[in-house]
């Protein structure tokens, strides 16, 4: 019988196996990949398509169709739980179980919502990429009527994109100008270098975004945002950025994890327990030291996981993954432009912003090279 490869998400860190599925194929291994969406978007130009500088298909990749295309079977669903002894994946919505002799797992992270108290369909998190579409709908819908009031959650990275490219999004497209709210928790940015913090800072309130600082979200209600210090205030639209924890579906398992949940992997981005499982991107916990939740990692990850996942099937050598130094970020602050952030060397403006379109743009086209070669 033909040994099997399964990939539970199409994420960052899958892409150059995603790109080399064939590989697989033609060594006779069958290949079957689990992705909730067909498409896989790339997460650093979301909030670039929020704000309408993108069009989804710039920043998609049609999973399914590049699966399909090279012989592997897609599933339409969600991996659930692993049963790593019976060698078994269970899903989301269907009572299928899918048996492998290698596991890769690249599900990504989620928003927590503890302190969401409601699924009110005006309550939008960055992840999925997917739902700052439907954002950006409801925003350019309501604005038609009134003035609406935008609440961001959160003082990090993310919070600092949504709440930037909103404001781009309305001042381009809106009929009414909303007002935006970004309630920061202690400080926006807390934990970078200051200086990332303080040329956000200014750029988003020159442009008119009001940004709370030194309280604490306790509570979302429809339509309301509960602080800390008690006080209740009105939002049409709510987005919860409020970082990001690895998919649940490690701690569903029988498997080893880590602090975060993530599952818990060795240099050679394994399961510290079943050889034949690994992963990469925000769904780990890197053992030998915990990487930041950023694509970068992911990025840096694909080459490893693609020659390990073939060792694994093949009986070859693995190789370690090493994480590399520094890494280069540019947030997109939306009206074109960025803040440059690489060790001391920090700016903002124009520059920063093309920067990273340039960047990020090379990235996903590479990749979506392959499909744009299929056939309808
Ligand atoms: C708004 C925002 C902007 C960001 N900008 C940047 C940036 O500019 N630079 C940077 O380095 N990092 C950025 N990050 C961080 C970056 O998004 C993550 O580190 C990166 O997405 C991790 O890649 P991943 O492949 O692990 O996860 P994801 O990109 O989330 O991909 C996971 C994939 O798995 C699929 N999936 C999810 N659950 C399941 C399941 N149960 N079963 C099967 N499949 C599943 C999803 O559909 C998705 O295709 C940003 C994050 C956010 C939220």
Known sequence: MK?????????HAHMVTLSNLGRFIEKGYDVTVIQPSEYHYYSGMGPGMLGGT???DDIRFATRKVVEHQGGTFV???????????????????????????????AGSYVPRDVISTTSPDIFTSKPIESLLDAQKKILELSRERSVHIAVIGGGPSSVEIAGNV?????????????????AGEKLLIGKAEKIGRLAHASLTKRGVEIVEGTFVSKIEPGEIHLKKGEIHPADIIFPAVGVKPSQIFANSNLPIGSDGG??????????????????????????????KVGVYAVRENPILYSNLM????G????????GGDYLLIYNLGDDKGVFCKRSLIFSGGLAFRIKDYIDRKFIKKFQAMEKDIPE
């Open 263 to 292: 599952l818990l992997v060795n240099r050679f981005l394994q399961s510290t327990k079943h050889p034949n499982i690994f992963g990469g991107g925000d769904c780990i916990y890197f053992e030998p030291q915990p990487l930041d």
């Open 311 to 314: 060792a694994s099937l093949e």
């Open 54 to 56: 993108y069009h989804p």
């Open 167 to 183: 404001q781009q999004l309305c001042q381009r497209q809106a009929t009414h100008q909303p007002r935006i709210t970004i309630y």
């Open 76 to 106: 339409h669903d969600k991996a659930k739980e692993i049963d790593p002894d019976k060698q078994i994946v269970r899903l989301e919505d269907s009572e299928q179980e899918l048996s492998y002799d290698v596991l890769s797992c690249n």
């Open 3 to 11: 040994k099997k490869l399964l990939l539970i998400g199409g994420g």
């Open 316 to 323: 070859g050598e693995l190789q370690e993954f090493n994480p």
